[in-house]
């Protein structure tokens, strides 16, 4: 999945195939962590069928943790059933963490690994970003995410309980 090079993002499409040759490169890499930053996460291809089955791969090895942080997340709740369900299979390994109100609003749209592997829309508007594979890029992103994620809290539970 991840091994050709990095794509161009110029476009909504450009985007979504950088993001999954971010997904498929963290793969092929042996990531053990991936981060995912969005305010809603409505652009990301979650539903697609092959990127599930290449997270269903890759979290069947040892210690693999897939982390979501965003402003919230019904955006993903209603658009991607197939996604929330694979969630609740994996929700060992699946965090979904809530960015604070201050910092929400300067959230980047980030994929990032532990392997070099990083995807950043820069401008949304025009759909403008960049895609690389590049270790010291990809731990300043998980760096400065760790910073935002510190100050966030869990959220997107698998199960709700009512009373």
């Known amino acids: 999945m991840g091994e050709t090079a990095p794509p161009v993002i110029d476009s909504r499409a450009a985007f ?16 053990r962590r991936i981060v ?3 305010a809603h996460f409505a652009e990301w291809p979650l539903e697609d069928a092959g990127l599930l089955a290449g997270l269903t791969a890759w979290m069947k090895r040892p210690q693999r943790r897939l982390v979501l942080l965003g402003a919230g997340f ?6 991607c ?17 809530q ?3 201050d910092m929400a609003a300067d959230l980047p749209t980030v994929l990032t690994c532990d392997r070099g592997a990083s995807v950043h829309l820069i401008d949304a508007l025009h759909w403008r970003g960049s895609a690389r594979q590049d270790e010291r ?3 300043q992103w998980c760096e400065t995410l760790d910073v935002v994620l510190q100050r966030s809290e869990r959220a997107w539970a698998v199960r709700t309980l009512g009373l």
């Open 137 to 139: 890029a990809a731990r």
């Open 81 to 97: 059933p197939r996604f929330s369900a694979w969630r609740a299979d994996w929700a060992h390994a699946v965090e979904a963490w």
């Open 99 to 101: 960015a604070s109100q």
């Open 16 to 31: 979504r195939a950088a993001l999954l040759w971010g997904f498929g490169s963290a793969f092929d890499e042996g990531a």
């Open 74 to 79: 019904d955006v993903v709740q209603g658009r």
């Open 36 to 38: 995912c930053a969005d």
